[in-house]
């Protein structure tokens, strides 16, 4: 694959930078914004994405422009020469296109001075070199060179995000070789579980916003409603109340403000009380559309109904019921039936 080329891709690259490998697509080594550091005698070029060589960059006193260049990298790939990488190609039976890596692996001190846990490598795409056999160009780089170069990288504080020869691309056209494809999956594996736990704790809090939310609203719905039945509570009583005040005043209505035709419980207990001897009792007294009926105990009942019929607050004085000795208190029980107010107030 090549970097952007074109009327198109150069002016995305120029409006949009990184973004316009979103747009057109490429390999990440080849997008704006990524770096290739190829090893060179005594340090490694910076190249930028476009094959441009942009900075050189010395192991042993590294200006701090370069270091900032490549640490401002979007990706940083150590790119090998084609020194480093040998290009090996290999024949083998057609059906071991399912396991090609293994089957090169198997043969690697075959087809090259190196064992397999010895070298990196990649394949490239292959091809069918007969009816029962094809062919695959392997790239094979040297685990120590490599190892060697990345740890001085790590001395300068770079950590590098892919191992490529893109040197090679031009003889493949495949694509650059990638001796370490696992740093570009473990990176796409930890950014989904970034991505996955940044959506469960959106989740999560939105969840915990909305409880908050809903559980506040129920609050004040159960405080409004406790406010409410307690004003209706207290507005019952307070008409229940208002009644009763307005009957009981009804009832004991000064005789200031009463018509002189009317006549009070009160004042014909108050009468009664005076006009009876101190020897007689009232035990019962019952008030009924002007109606009296009154009970009690007195040493001499029938001297009763001449002193009330003397009361101007009664009329029609008789006794409801016979009148009875009682032996215990040696005292008659009477029972008097009369109407409140005069004769002549009646109409």
């Not at 952007?4 to 690259?13: E, I, K, V």
């Not at 394949?123 to 790239?139: I, Q, Y």
């Not at 939310?213 to 409603?225: E, F, G, I």
């Amino acid at each position: 694959m090549k970097p952007l080329t074109g009327p198109f891709g150069d002016a995305l690259n120029w409006w949009f930078g990184a973004l316009a490998s979103i747009f057109v697509r490429g390999p990440e080594p080849f997008t704006p914004g990524a770096v290739r550091l190829r090893p060179r005698e005594g340090g490694f070029s910076v190249v930028g994405h476009d094959g441009a060589v942009r900075n050189l960059l010395a192991t042993a006193a590294p200006s701090r422009s370069a270091l900032d260049a490549v640490r401002r990298a979007r990706r940083r790939y150590l790119d090998l020469d084609d020194e480093t990488v040998i290009s090996v190609k290999a024949t083998l039976p057609a059906a071991a296109r399912s396991d090609l890596r293994d089957a090169i692996a198997l043969r690697m001190a075959e087809l090259t001075p190196f064992a397999e846990d010895e070298v990196l490598f990649d394949l490239g795409t292959p091809s069918r070199h007969g009816p029962d056999t094809l062919s695959v160009r392997a790239f094979v780089a040297p685990r120590h060179a490599v190892a060697a170069a990345v740890d001085e990288l790590a001395q300068l504080g770079i950590q590098v995000d892919g191992i490529i020869a893109s040197e090679t691309e031009e003889v493949t056209g495949t694509g650059a070789p990638d001796f370490a494809p696992e740093i570009p999956r473990r990176r796409a594996t930890r950014r989904g579980l970034a991505f996955a736990l940044a959506c469960a704790l959106l989740a999560g809090a939105g969840i915990w916003l909305h409880w908050v939310v809903v559980d506040r609203q129920q609050q004040v719905r159960d405080t409004l409603r406790t406010a409410v039945t307690a004003s209706l509570e207290k507005v019952r009583r307070a008409n229940a109340l208002d009644t009763q005040i307005s009957e009981l005043t009804a009832s004991l209505m000064s005789p200031f403000s009463r018509r002189a035709d009317q006549v009070s419980p009160l004042d014909l207990l108050d009468s009664i009380s005076e006009i009876l001897p101190d020897d007689a009792y009232i035990t019962g007294f019952r008030w009924s559309d002007g109606q009296v009926v009154m009970t009690g105990i007195a040493s001499d009942a029938s001297a009763l109904i001449r002193l009330l019929e003397g009361s101007p607050l009664l009329s029609e004085v008789r006794f409801s019921a016979p009148v009875a000795r009682d032996a215990r208190l040696d005292r008659d029980r009477f029972s008097v039936t009369a109407r409140a107010g005069s004769a002549e107030s009646r109409p």
